[in-house]
Every structure is written in structure tokens, then in C-alpha cells.
């Protein structure tokens, strides 16, 4: 016997009881902190905090572990956190070429001034898992760079004094910059919006598609330029006050990539230009960050438009894993008032057919013994 | 009192809930033109900004909604820093940048077309109109009939602006773009969306 | 984990912060003077997930105020998950009176249902929408609906639902049938069954569209013209059911097919809860409704 039951709120008391308690695990293993994470799963937090758009790594930890180590979940916590937030100001625009470089590597050039600075890099690692971290040995002190690091001017600034490389973007003098955060999108968008929702876009997703055009669709003819990672200042201008406040400084990983361009109808034989910029330290992300920007500018410099990565709706509408997961996952919700719609449909259908079917055999019965 | 402290004095006594009342005011305003919502005195603006047309700026307005303000607001330092002060809006440089127009004496307004129409792509880029009206009783009276109206609904705001009718008239044609008006007595508001139509009164 | 909560994370009243909510009244008043178009809006992330009410919650958050009663469906049903979730969120977070019937809520929020009791003047209906285009699924770009809508080019619609009746002998859209709104915009009424249509048209309550995921809120203030879009040769209609309700005897109301047993046996009962307790109380009986009478707490008022 069918009984409307009034269980969905115990039930779902219930479950999130037990989420929490699977969260924990066996109580015999001491809680994580979130200092732990911080120091030791970084890169994890610098993820968290580049698409959940908020540079705060103590609440980047929290997410990981109240999300139980699943990161687009531990996004979406900071981002549906972030978006209650009140705006005090816009900080002016970071200047990367004044970065604290703890990385930088150029593939364009052997040497080059800064020289090339391999950083923290799992590049060059053998990738042999190692059981004396499961044992918790003694990592030796890093060696410290003697004297004060030579100034480390761009790659694209060395290339744009030869007037080789186009210049650095398009907006008018005074164009303030979009936020996405703020304003719904409109497409076609202009880049500055545009690097945005790449920013913040999912990490795998542009990835792969960096990755396809790699592969020929919609060959980019790319160069990592430059990739370099550290510390920049953050400055806000303050109405009342005649200089601009610094506010400390954030990590960030950037990467200018560039490409080869015969020219077009608008523009003469030159590199253009890729960019990638994200949170913390994340040169997956933001080298494809910088293939997807350059392919997405195909219609500004001419190209033809022929491969998902150069297809602007496409790539931002689905870039935002927030968003994708819940609506993927949203499938999983009650559907059966739409469902009992479709399967009327079907069955009266399906009878109509049947009868139709029926009626055919009959007549064909009737023909051969006529 | 001075200047800083007029600017500063008679907005909201509580941001989150007078906010909420007034724009649930003029929601239902909006949904149900030429109906009237009260609403109680939730700001105290220097003049000649009413409270009710005070209130909906408080309500509405912010850093992201350029403000066009008539010449006799635009005339009163105070009451543009009172403005700048609670709301944060920007004042826009024409009114066809404006977000919101604030209109103290509707009688010697420009015309309605002067004002941003939304496009037809995006006609939700329009300027809305909130006028400060002395009453909604006692001027011509104007038949309503259209969305949100069951049959007709009829309101006579005094001091409108010259050939409202036919000004309006216009706005309908320009449907889906055109302005929206918030009309503000002392003491209720009434709406008039693009899509509220004004029907001659013949025999 | 310390047992003591740490101030490292505060929330706002009513989840989303001041500016957010004039962001979102302010489309809410443009979609109500523009009615069935869809007013962008720069959602925000909610702490639930897109695609599970986000688009609607962000509109319930917006216009409600402390004397407000709610009521949250899904599916048609106070009791299913989601409609449970939605509604705890906001006694937390608004500490409204919330309410499982129809009559008594000023604000009833839901996702795939217009309840069956007919809706009043003062009440808001506050619908999820998962994919506000109506167009979308024929033309997929954004860029290019958006130009149907502008130049009121509908041609696309049409030809698919002629499409349908050429196939299969009729219209073969069951839910989310694409409506036309005071003869101008082609409006998408949300995933409801076509079987609520008819109740959109001209109701006296207010109704808004929230789509968080896609960013878009449109309304249709009351007294409102709803047509579905049909031929002439092929008019709209809607469900019918050849049982009533097997619980209240319903009739001409959405009924759920409920499985029985696994050997084909099933059941009809209403898809609205709260209409078919109604009726029960009244004394309403189907043929397989229980003894035991319904003693349910309906209204919870705030605290």
C-alpha cells in the first residue's frame, strides 16, 4: 500500500549525518588541519582557489577537507562563499613584469636576460613513487640563490622590440575592465571577459581542448614564450589618498605563449599572442589557458572559425565546472511528473501503432485466403 | 544643518528590510499597473527629492546604475551627494546613458524618447522613470488596460508631462523597447510598464 | 576537527548580500514590464548546485521579507528532496513561515508543477528553470535566438512542431511546451507538463522565472496572455488521464504512476500533494486510499 510519507527531511538529516561521519573516517587517525594542507597540498588549494575565483588559502584547505578531497565540489563551496562577499574596490592591474620570479623557463630562446629559472618543477622528476615520503623522512633545506636576482623583463617584451610579436591587446585607453562575477555574459565577448571565465574555467576541460589544437584542430602553431610563476604586488586606489594603498601580494602562474601568423586581409606577418594567467602555481592550467585564448581569437585576426577550441560560445558556455557538474548531476533529481508525460506519449503511440500493425496482418490474412 | 550632515542623515533606519518592503512595492506596482501601493516614509532626502521617490532610489540604485536626475535635482548639491552617498550611483552624462531617471517636476520633463529605449536585441537596456507626482487622483483621468490589468484600471496623476498621452502612445509602439515609469506620491506608488497601454476615453 | 565553530566564514541574511539582490530586482521589474522576454542577470554561485533551483532560489531570496509565507514543490510534492532542502534553506537563512498548502503561501517556489488549487492575486509563483531558451534545442547559439527574439522570428519553432505532427501523427512535446506571450515572445514555461499550460494564461498571481545556471529571470505579471502554440489543424491540448486519483478520486488533476509490485501492478494519484490531502480531508475517497486518517502539520510559522 502506497503511503505519502513526510520522511525527506530525516532522510536527508540522516544522510548528511553520515557524510560527515564518512568524512571523518576512522577516529583512531588524528584530524587533518588545515595548516597541513596549506603546506603539503598546495597545489591542490592554488586549484581550488583559481577556479573558485578567491585568493584565501586557509579557506581553500577548508573546502578540500569538508569536500572530502573532491576538488570541483571543493570549488563550487568557495565559490558559492566568494559570491556572498560585498566589493570594496578593483585593485589596479597586477604587473607581472615586476614579479618576484621564483620560476620562469622560456622555450623560445637558449638564454636569455633573468636567465631561465627551473623554480619548483616536477618537470625533470622521474616519476618513481617514493616510499620515503610514506615514511615521513627529513626533507634537506632547499639551496638559497645567492645576491640579488637580475631583473627579469618578458619574453614578449623582448620580441615586441623588434616589432615582431603584436601589440599587447587592443582595448582603448580607457576601457574598464568586465567582471564576470557582476554582469551576465553577452556573446560575442571581449577578451578581457573572455580571459576571465578561462581563469576560473575547468582545469581538464581547457586542457583538453588546448590539447586538441594541438592535435590539428585548429593549429595554433604555439611557442611557450614564457612561463613564469611568483609573487606580485596588489595595489588599490583609494579615492581620498594620493598614492595607491598595497594591499600585500598574491601567487600567480603566468604564461604568454606565441604563435606563429602568416598574416591576414587586417594584419602583417607576426607572433601573436596567447595568454594564461591563474591563482597560485599551475602551469597545466595556465599553458592552456593560453593555447584556448589564442584560438578563440580566430575571427579577430581572420582565421576561419573550424574546431570546437575556436568557438567562442562553446568553449565559455562549458567551461565552468560549477556549473557542468550541477547540471549534470542535477539529472539525478526527481523527474517523474515530465517522465509520466513522455511515457503517455510513448504508450498511446505505441498503441497506434500496434493497431496499425495489427490491422496490416489482418488484411493480409483476408488477402491470402481471398 | 550642514551640507555633509544632510547627506549623510535620512536613509534607511534598516537597509536589508526597508529595501526589501519598498521593492516589493514596486514589484507589485509594476505587476499590476495603475493599482496603488502604499508605502510608508522609509527615508528623510533633503528636498525637492520626495522620501517614497528617495526610498525607490535606495532601493534600486547603486554603483552599477548611472542616474540622470531633472534639473531641479540636478540643481541641489545635497541632494546629490545624498544620492551619492546612500546609493553609490554614478550621475550618467546624458539621459540616454541612465540607468534610473529621478524627475522632480514631471510638468517640464523632456520628452520620454530622450531617454535610453533598451535595444530590440536587449530591450531590457532601457531607462526607468520614477516621477514625483503631488497625487495620483486629480489630474487627467488615464484608462489603463494591458498586462497585469484583469479588465481596466484607471489613475489620474497630477503634474504629468506635456502630452503624456500622446508621448505614450509612442512608448507602446516601440514595444518591446521603450521607457518604464514609477509614478511616487508621498505616500503610495504606482506603475506604468511599456506594455500598459492608455485607452482614449470616447464615448 | 575542533568542536567550536571559528569565525573563518559568516554569511548574510538571506544568503545573498544587498547589492546581489537589487541586481536581480532590478531584471526581476524589467522582465515583469517586458513579459516572456529573458532579462540577463549576473547570477550568482548559491550553495546549492546549478540546475537544482539555484535560478529560482536567487528570485525567492530577492523579493522575500520577513511576513512572507512559503510553500516549495517539486514535482508537484512538498516532501521530495530537493523541495525539502530548498525550503530548510530558507527557514535558515530567512526564518520565513513556510507552509505545504497552496492557499495560505504568498510565495510558492517550484520545479515542474503549477499546483492544482488555483493561484490568487498577491501570490508570487517562482519557477526553476534549467534551459529558459525555447529556441535552444533547435538553434543551439545564443547569439543567433537572440535575433529570433529581437526580430520576432519564430519560423523554427513551428516547423518543428509541424515536423512532429508529419512523423507522428501529433505534437510529441509533452513538457516544457513552448508558449506565446501577449503575441510577442515565444516563452519556454519551464519543464512543467503541458497539462499546466492553460493555467499560466491570465492567472491573478504574479509569476517569475528564475535560471540561475543560464543566467536569465523573465515573468509574466497577472492577467496575462498564455497561448501554447499549436496549428489550426492540430490544436493544443493537454493530458488526460483515464482513472481518477486512487487515493482522493481526483479528477482532471496531473496524476504520478506509481509502481506497485513488479508484476505491472500500479497506481494514479495526484501529482500535487497538498491538493490531494486537501481532498482527503474533505473526505474524498479512492479506491485505494488508507484508513488511517492524515494528521500532518501544514504550517510551520517563523521562529
Known amino acids: ?370 | 544643518m550642514d551640507i555633509v550632515t544632510q547627506a549623510i542623515e535620512g536613509g534607511f533606519a534598516d537597509p536589508v528590510f526597508d529595501a526589501q518592503t519598498v521593492f516589493r512595492a514596486v514589484m507589485d506596482a509594476m505587476a499590476r499597473p495603475g493599482k496603488l501601493q502604499p508605502l510608508p516614509v522609509f527615508t528623510r532626502p533633503p528636498t525637492p527629492l520626495s522620501a517614497t521617490a528617495g526610498a525607490i532610489a535606495l532601493a534600486l540604485c547603486d554603483n552599477d546604475t548611472p542616474l540622470w536626475l531633472d534639473p531641479a535635482l540636478q540643481a541641489s548639491a545635497t541632494v546629490k551627494s545624498w544620492l551619492g552617498f546612500h546609493t553609490g550611483a554614478p550621475l550618467a552624462n546624458t539621459p540616454a546613458d541612465a540607468h534610473f531617471a529621478l524627475i522632480a517636476t514631471p510638468a517640464e520633463m523632456m520628452a520620454l524618447d530622450g531617454f535610453s529605449q533598451g535595444t530590440q536585441d536587449y530591450p531590457d537596456r532601457s531607462t526607468t522613470l520614477i516621477l514625483e507626482v503631488s497625487d495620483l487622483v486629480s489630474g487627467a483621468p488615464l484608462l489603463l488596460e494591458g498586462p497585469g490589468i484583469e479588465k481596466t484600471a484607471t489613475i489620474a496623476p497630477a503634474q504629468m508631462p506635456r502630452h503624456f498621452v500622446e508621448q505614450w502612445k509612442q512608448n507602446n509602439q516601440r514595444f518591446p523597447r521603450g521607457v518604464d515609469i514609477i509614478l511616487a506620491t508621498s505616500e503610495a506608488i504606482a506603475c506604468l510598464p511599456r506594455t500598459t497601454r492608455i485607452k482614449t476615453m470616447e464615448a | 576537527m575542533t568542536a567550536q565553530p571559528t569565525d573563518i566564514a559568516t554569511y548574510n541574511f538571506a544568503y545573498l548580500d544587498e547589492q546581489t539582490k537589487r541586481m536581480i530586482r532590478r531584471a526581476i521589474l524589467k522582465g515583469i514590464a517586458i513579459p516572456g522576454y529573458q532579462v540577463p542577470f549576473a547570477s550568482r554561485e548559491m550553495p546549492m548546485p546549478y540546475g537544482w533551483g539555484t535560478g529560482g532560489v536567487q528570485v525567492t531570496a530577492s523579493i522575500i521579507g520577513p511576513d512572507d509565507v512559503l510553500k516549495v514543490i517539486d514535482q508537484g510534492a512538498d516532501d521530495t528532496t530537493n523541495a525539502v532542502s530548498i525550503r530548510a534553506f530558507f527557514k535558515k537563512v530567512a526564518n520565513v513561515a513556510v507552509t505545504t498548502e497552496t492557499a495560505k503561501a504568498t510565495i510558492i517556489q517550484t520545479r515542474h508543477r503549477i499546483p492544482e488549487h488555483p493561484l490568487s492575486a498577491g501570490q508570487v509563483l517562482v519557477y526553476q528553470v534549467p534551459i529558459p531558451e525555447p529556441l535552444r534545442f533547435l538553434e543551439p547559439r545564443e547569439t543567433e535566438t537572440r535575433k529570433m527574439h529581437a526580430l520576432e522570428e519564430y519560423g523554427l519553432i513551428h516547423v518543428k512542431l509541424y515536423e512532429d505532427i508529419a512523423k507522428h501523427g501529433r505534437i510529441a512535446t509533452t513538457y516544457a511546451y513552448p508558449v506565446k506571450v501577449e503575441g510577442r515572445y515565444v516563452m519556454d514555461p519551464s519543464p512543467t507538463p503541458k497539462f499546466d499550460n492553460p493555467k499560466m494564461h491570465r492567472s491573478p498571481a504574479l509569476q517569475l522565472f528564475g535560471a540561475g545556471r543560464e543566467k536569465r529571470i523573465y515573468a509574466l505579471p497577472p492577467f496575462t496572455d498564455v497561448v501554447s502554440l499549436d496549428f489550426e489543424d492540430h490544436p493544443f491540448e493537454v493530458q488526460t488521464f483515464d482513472q481518477p486519483c486512487a487515493l482522493c478520486a481526483a479528477e482532471n488533476v496531473y496524476l504520478d504512476e506509481v509502481i506497485l509490485d513488479d508484476h505491472g501492478g500500479h497506481m494514479f494519484v495526484c501529482s500535487d500533494t497538498d491538493h490531494c490531502e486537501k481532498r482527503r480531508e474533505q473526505g474524498h475517497r479512492g479506491h485505494l486510499a488508507p484508513e488511517i486518517p492524515l494528521a500532518l502539520e501544514k504550517t510551520e510559522p517563523a521562529q
Open chain 1, 1 to 370: 500500500m502506497y503511503v505519502a510519507v513526510k520522511g525527506g527531511e530525516a532522510a536527508i538529516r540522516n544522510a548528511h549525518k553520515l557524510l560527515a561521519d564518512r568524512r571523518r573516517g576512522d577516529r583512531s587517525v588524528p584530524t587533518l588541519r588545515l595548516d597541513q594542507i596549506v603546506e603539503q597540498l598546495a597545489l591542490g588549494a592554488d586549484r581550488v582557489m583559481s577556479e573558485g575565483s578567491l585568493y584565501d588559502r586557509e579557506l581553500a584547505a577548508l573546502a578540500i577537507v569538508q569536500a572530502r578531497g573532491d576538488m570541483i565540489e571543493a570549488i563550487f563551496l568557495v565559490r558559492a562563499y566568494r559570491t556572498t562577499l560585498p566589493r570594496f574596490g578593483y585593485t589596479r592591474a597586477i604587473d607581472t613584469g615586476t614579479m618576484l620570479v621564483e620560476r620562469r623557463v622560456s622555450a623560445t630562446y637558449k638564454d636569455l636576460p633573468g636567465g631561465q629559472l627551473l623554480g619548483p618543477t616536477f618537470d625533470y622528476t622521474h616519476r618513481l613513487l617514493d616510499p620515503e615520503l610514506a615514511a615521513g623522512g627529513e626533507v634537506a633545506e632547499p639551496e638559497q640563490r645567492a645576491g640579488e636576482a637580475e631583473a627579469m623583463p618578458r619574453v614578449s617584451a623582448i620580441l615586441a622590440r623588434e616589432g615582431l610579436i603584436e601589440s599587447d591587446g587592443d582595448m582603448p585607453e580607457d576601457h574598464v575592465p568586465g567582471d564576470i562575477t557582476r554582469e551576465p555574459l553577452a556573446f560575442p565577448m571581449a577578451r578581457d571577459i573572455r580571459l576571465q571565465a578561462l581563469s576560473r574555467g575547468d582545469e581538464g576541460f581547457l586542457l583538453a581542448l588546448g590539447y586538441s589544437t594541438q592535435r590539428g584542430y585548429a593549429r595554433n602553431h604555439p611557442f611557450v614564450g614564457e612561463v613564469r610563476i611568483g609573487e606580485v604586488e596588489l595595489a588599490l586606489d583609494v579615492p581620498e589618498l594620493p598614492f595607491a594603498v598595497p594591499l600585500g601580494s598574491i601567487r600567480v602562474t603566468e604564461c604568454q605563449m606565441v604563435n606563429q601568423f602568416k598574416g591576414s586581409a587586417k594584419a602583417p606577418p607576426q607572433f601573436t599572442r596567447g595568454y594564461g594567467l591563474v591563482f597560485g602555481q599551475s602551469e597545466r592550467k595556465a599553458m592552456a589557458m593560453a593555447l584556448c585564448d589564442r584560438a578563440l581569437r580566430a575571427s579577430e585576426l581572420g582565421e576561419d572559425v573550424v574546431a570546437a577550441a575556436q568557438d567562442e560560445e562553446f568553449v565559455i558556455s562549458h567551461s565552468d565546472n560549477v556549473q557542468a557538474t550541477g547540471f549534470v548531476e542535477h539529472l539525478k533529481l526527481p523527474h517523474y511528473v515530465d517522465f509520466q508525460a513522455e511515457l503517455d506519449l510513448v504508450r498511446r503511440m505505441r498503441a497506434e501503432h500496434d493497431a496499425r500493425e495489427n490491422a496490416g496482418k489482418a488484411e493480409e490474412k483476408r488477402e491470402a485466403a481471398e
